[in-house]
């Protein structure tokens, strides 16, 4: 009928209108901004600028169809609040004319939907408007009790593509909020509803059951008080269920059920739906039976519960999550505790059955909610005239109680695979959190744990629940940090699909940041806090520690991507890693060489002559070590930088000495990955950061925050890459076998790693400012070790200053020396 408004201005308005919750200045703007646009009255002979005004306010909403309208309702109720006090009220006024207009309009697209050609795009348009006015209901129902009258044909409506049932849906649900308002409406008008409702309920699917039942609830509860007729409804399903339920008690392996199975889903989701709205053991529907419904219909659909279809199954289940809406006490029931329980926690449990049991408690939790905040409201009407306590106290109890049952269950959904299943479990936890159910610190490590999900609104939904918990009580993210680390691992664990490829901690993108980055940026700000929170992480890489080797790559990936501001904060690591590198290392070492002596011991007594070839070749024995030590710096330098031939002579002399059982290699080998990691993470940060080995071993934690408080200057290209640990992963050599090419390797990177500690202290600077022996000794080791790449991400750097650069343990030596 009318031109359609140019995308381009409803694209900007949909861009725009979602700032609504922002921070105060950009809320403002755009309550402002739509004031203007949309919700300024119109003069009443303007009608070209009012359907203007119509066709981009539901061009908008027809947009955000996907997205939802939390949006609108936020504005609305914004601009509304802004002008309660005062005695003009343009606000409501262009509310009032906005709705009048988009009923004419509705009109108008009926009318034209006889026109074949344009059928599709008046339907689109007659939907965006009869949802535009649903909003309007939701916030002020009283716009429209003048035209319910109006809006009830519709429920008529013949059904054959999805507009229609949306135009259903929308007006039950205008409906629902709108007659209760109206003041002596017509017997006639009232049964009119009632009876289109119920053809409704008999005759479609679960969304229109839904609307429906819960318009008639409305209806029948507020108004009419029609019981006997939702009775007869009720009987008549109920009734269904419970012979399809003796059926199948007789013979499971019946036909009966299976030819039944349409009927059988209804049933179970009709006498949910009707148990959620009407409460059946009143009075004022079973009359004087003494019979318990509540407790018949739980019998019944818990029986369903168990049976083989999933489906049914399922339906079952979405029974009974409406039932517990009206009767939450149902909740606390052994059998009730036992299904939702154990569909949560069994890993081989259906995904459909999982999302179906959190969807009910995100359902029981919203209408909780809702129901607390209609009680809030009414008690400020009274609040003046009467003294009542707080309204709601029971029902909040009752909620605790319920998510206390089931709260660990619902967080260990958050290690799926299924992303859907985190969703509504994240959901279930911030409803609860935000409903103050439970204490908020039991669930902090989850909530880091999802924040490193691979989708980002549920990143966001969970870094936000963080904040909230943050503002109102400070300490509890530090006091759960390494414990969230730790968990995020297990989150990534599970949601990762290819289990031979090791759980890395940044993100596969452009950034590389660390996926616990938003988790430090809370920390980072209180420096005690950050110290203690690097300080553990470090920490778990000891060799005491036991921790595994992929978790340490995990953490090492995290502590090389962190948001680092300041040069304090990397600095601070480095110089934790070369204390932890000094007294582990060296652990690792002597554990080494004891075992090896021990096992030859064990297998046979060598003689003397073998002792001695064997202590003076491995490399491992003081001998050597002595004489090294003892020999003039020169003569170190020739040593240390020996020919490859030395190299192997050195291999071969420890592989004569290696004893049969092979367990102490593989320890070893397991055990140094958290030393190598955390050399890699030094060599990384110096080359990221820039830093000379001089400024790092000249740095103090316990100087002044200033001296350090200069901000970072990153370097681009610089990726964290530990190539041995990767292989190590990759390989499974934990579990492999192990073989003499196995063997040897580990047996290199021993020597590699001896060689490193020998020489982790350095030399006093060589004369004529020469780099010493130590020096190229220790460079030689790390790179061997490091996996020998380039020199940007291996080697260490000695470049900017040579004369500095003797320490590749840097801070380790001025620790020692202060």
Excluded at 10 to 19: G, P, S
Excluded at 117 to 145: H, W
Excluded at 170 to 188: D, F, G, R, Y
Excluded at 317 to 326: K, W
């Amino acid at each position: 009928i009318e031109q359609p408004t140019f995308p381009k201005i409803t694209e900007m308005c949909v861009k725009m209108i979602r700032r609504v919750n922002d921070e105060e200045g950009i809320k403002k703007l755009v309550n402002e901004t739509f004031q203007k646009l949309w919700f300024t009255p119109t003069p009443h002979h303007d009608k070209e600028a009012m359907t203007r005004k119509i066709l981009n306010i539901t061009d908008v909403v027809a947009a955000c169809r996907d997205t939802g309208y939390d949006w609108f309702e936020q504005l609305l109720q914004n601009l509304l609040k802004s002008e309660e006090d005062a005695s003009y009220k343009p606000v409501k006024k262009a509310c009032t004319q906005l709705v009048d207009n988009l009923v004419e309009h509705i009109l108008k697209y009926e009318e034209s939907l006889s026109d074949s050609d344009n059928r599709a795009v008046n339907s689109g348009r007659l939907v965006a408007c009869i949802t535009t006015l649903f909003l309007f209901s939701k916030i002020r129902p009283q716009l429209m009790v003048k035209h319910a009258m109006t809006m009830q044909p519709y429920l008529a409506t013949k059904c054959s593509t999805q507009n229609d049932f949306m135009v259903i849906c929308n007006v039950a649900k205008i409906l629902e909020l709108v007659v209760p308002l109206m003041e002596h409406p017509s017997e006639t008008f009232l049964a009119t509803i009632e009876e289109d409702l119920m053809k409704l309920i008999i005759k479609y699917g679960m969304t229109v059951v839904q609307h429906c039942v819960s318009c008639l609830g409305s209806v029948v509860n507020k108004v009419t008080q029609n019981y006997k007729f939702v009775w007869a409804c009720f009987n008549r399903y109920y009734g269904a269920l419970s012979k399809l339920k003796s059926q199948h008690q007789e013979d499971p392996n019946s036909t009966i059920v299976t030819a039944n199975k349409p009927a059988l889903l209804r049933s179970l989701f009709t006498v949910g739906a009707l148990c959620r709205h009407f409460d059946f053991d009143h009075e004022d529907f079973k009359g004087n039976s003494k019979v318990n419904i509540k407790d018949k219909v739980l019998e019944l659909l818990m029986y369903f519960t168990k049976h083989s279809d999933e489906e049914v199954q399922t339906k079952a289940i979405i029974g009974l999550g409406f039932a517990f809406i009206q009767h939450p006490s149902l909740m606390f029931e052994q059998e009730v505790k036992t299904l939702y329980n154990s569909i949560l926690s069994d890993k081989n449990c259906s995904v459909n059955l999982k999302i179906q049991v959190l969807k009910n408690l995100q359902t029981y939790l919203q209408e909780e909610d809702t129901r607390m905040q209609q009680a809030d409201r009414d008690w400020k009407k009274v609040a003046k005239q009467e003294d009542l306590k707080e309204m709601g106290d029971i029902s909040s109890g009752m909620s605790s109680s319920i998510m206390q049952l089931y709260l660990k269950q619902v967080l260990e959904a958050f290690f799926h695979t299924q992303s859907n299943v985190r969703h509504f479990a994240l959901n279930v936890i911030a409803l609860t959190l935000n409903q103050g159910l439970i204490h908020p610190v039991q669930c902090v490590p989850y909530l880091i744990a999802m924040g490193t999900d691979p989708e980002p609104s549920m990143r966001n939904k969970a870094d936000q629940q963080l904040v909230e918990i943050d503002k109102k009580y400070a300490g509890f993210i530090h006091m759960k940090a390494v414990a969230g680390m730790k968990m995020s691992y297990q989150v990534q664990q599970a949601i990762n699909t290819c289990p031979k490829d090791p759980v890395r901690g940044f993100r596969h993108d452009e950034s590389s940041s660390a996926l616990c980055s938003h988790l430090y940026s809370m920390i980072r700000g209180n420096r005690q806090h950050r110290r203690a929170f690097l300080i553990s992480l470090l920490n778990l890489f000891d060799d005491t520690a036991k921790t595994e080797v992929n978790m340490l790559l995990y953490i090492a990936d995290n502590l090389a991507c962190f948001p680092y501001q300041t040069q304090e904060e990397p600095l601070f690591i480095m110089h934790h890693i070369d204390i932890t590198l000094s007294v582990s290392g060296s652990n690792l070492l002597q554990s080494f060489k004891e075992s090896m002596v021990k096992d030859k011991k064990k297998e046979r007594k060598p003689s003397s002559d073998e002792e001695t070839e064997s202590d003076s070749n491995s490399g491992s024995e003081s001998e050597s070590e002595d004489e090294a030590s003892k020999a003039p710096r020169r003569l170190r330098k020739r040593v240390d930088s020996d020919s490859d031939s030395d190299e192997e002579n050195d291999i071969n002399a420890v592989m004569k000495c290696l004893p049969e059982n092979s367990a102490p290699l593989i320890e070893f080998a397991n055990v140094s990955q958290g030393i190598l990691l955390l050399l890699m993470l030094k060599q990384h940060l110096k080359n990221l950061c820039g830093f000379s080995d001089s400024k790092i071993q000249k740095y103090s934690p316990s100087e002044s925050a200033k001296v350090y408080d200069k901000a970072i200057n990153r370097k681009t290209g610089v990726h964290f890459h530990p190539k041995q640990t990767l292989d190590f992963l990759r390989s499974d050599m934990a579990n492999s076998k192990i073989t003499e090419e196995v063997k040897r390797s580990i047996v290199k990177q021993y020597l590699d790693f001896k060689l490193l500690m020998e020489h982790l202290d350095p030399d006093e600077e060589e004369e004529d400012g020469e780099v010493s022996a130590s020096t190229n000794a220790r460079n030689k080791a790390i790179t061997s070790l490091l996996g020998g790449g380039s020199p940007k991400n291996n080697a260490a750097e000695t470049e900017d200053d040579e004369s500095d650069g003797e320490d590749r343990g840097g801070g380790t030596s001025g620790v020692r020396r202060r």
